[in-house]
């Protein structure tokens, strides 16, 4: 490998860095930065990742830094994947209706950050999926406010027994399926059983989970 083409090592920022360099702009800050890039939280790309930090911080795994690139949005410590979709019935741009609430489930090829290496096999990765909705459709809009979200968490198995090969699913059949419906406040506690569960499967299918701990241990 090129020296300098490892693997980047994510540092958290503050957002007071400055911009440096001559000529740089000697009153803006990476809070700046940030507050110009992001400040549309209903915009598509944004709701995403902002329900990505919900998830997070719920598992209170928010001060680790986000990273684009990998098979699975979280890692939990012991090793279980989330994967996390969003939705909302109002979109940032002029609309005639509510949309209609749909999550992309296609299984998909993996790459690993690590390697640089793709898999040939397509599949779903994450262990879990957790699908959210921000529930609100009239004025005023605040996707900070944790009470206008539902949240949908799936063992994966489910969705690959139920829809293997379906590309997208609508709230309605997602909600037919053996799915656990809770709020934020819930939320961890959801996810954290869920994954007990999993890894305990795990260790009565193969007698070795491939786990680590789980969090609700920790």
């Given at each position: 490998?090129i020296?300098?083409?490892?693997?980047?090592e994510?540092?958290?920022?503050?957002?007071?860095?400055?911009?440096k360099?001559?000529?740089?702009?000697?009153?803006?800050t990476?809070?700046d930065?940030?507050?110009?890039?992001?400040?549309?939280?209903?915009?598509n790309t944004?709701?995403?990742?902002?329900?990505?930090f919900?998830?997070?911080?719920?598992?209170?795994?928010?001060?680790?830094?986000?990273?684009?690139?990998?098979?699975?949005?979280?890692?939990?410590?012991?090793?279980?994947?989330?994967?996390?979709?969003?939705?909302?019935?109002?979109?940032?741009?002029?609309?005639?209706?509510?949309?209609?609430?749909?999550?992309?489930?296609?299984?998909?090829?993996g790459?690993?950050?690590?390697?640089?290496e793709?898999?040939?096999?397509?599949?779903?990765w994450?262990?879990?999926?957790?699908?959210?909705?921000?529930?609100?459709?009239?004025?005023?809009?605040?996707?900070?406010?944790?009470?206008e979200?539902?949240?949908?968490?799936?063992?994966?198995?489910?969705l690959?027994?139920?829809?293997?090969?379906?590309?997208?699913?609508?709230?309605?059949?997602?909600?037919?399926?053996?799915?656990?419906?809770?709020?934020?406040?819930?939320?961890?506690?959801?996810?954290l059983?869920?994954?007990?569960?999993?890894?305990?499967?795990?260790?009565?299918?193969?007698g070795?989970?491939?786990?680590?701990?789980?969090?609700?241990?920790?």
């Amino acid at each position: 490998m090129i020296t300098g083409l490892s693997r980047l090592e994510c540092e958290r920022l503050s957002g007071t860095e400055r911009f440096k360099g001559d000529g740089a702009p000697d009153d803006c800050t990476l809070r700046d930065y940030w507050s110009w890039r992001s400040s549309l939280l209903l915009d598509n790309t944004e709701r995403g990742i902002l329900a990505e930090f919900l998830i997070a911080s719920a598992l209170h795994l928010h001060i680790t830094p986000r990273r684009e690139w990998g098979d699975a949005d979280i890692k939990l410590p012991s090793g279980v994947k989330i994967e996390i979709k969003s939705a909302a019935y109002v979109q940032s741009w002029e609309q005639y209706a509510y949309s209609n609430i749909q999550f992309r489930i296609a299984p998909h090829t993996g790459w690993d950050a690590f390697t640089d290496e793709y898999s040939d096999v397509k599949k779903r990765w994450a262990h879990l999926y957790v699908f959210c909705v921000y529930t609100r459709k009239k004025p005023p809009f605040d996707p900070m406010n944790v009470e206008e979200w539902d949240f949908y968490v799936i063992d994966t198995k489910i969705l690959d027994a139920e829809v293997s090969t379906q590309k997208t699913i609508g709230l309605r059949p997602l909600e037919r399926l053996p799915v656990h419906k809770c709020s934020y406040k819930n939320l961890r506690a959801v996810i954290l059983e869920m994954e007990k569960e999993i890894i305990l499967k795990s260790q009565s299918e193969t007698g070795e989970s491939g786990f680590g701990e789980p969090l609700l241990d920790r």
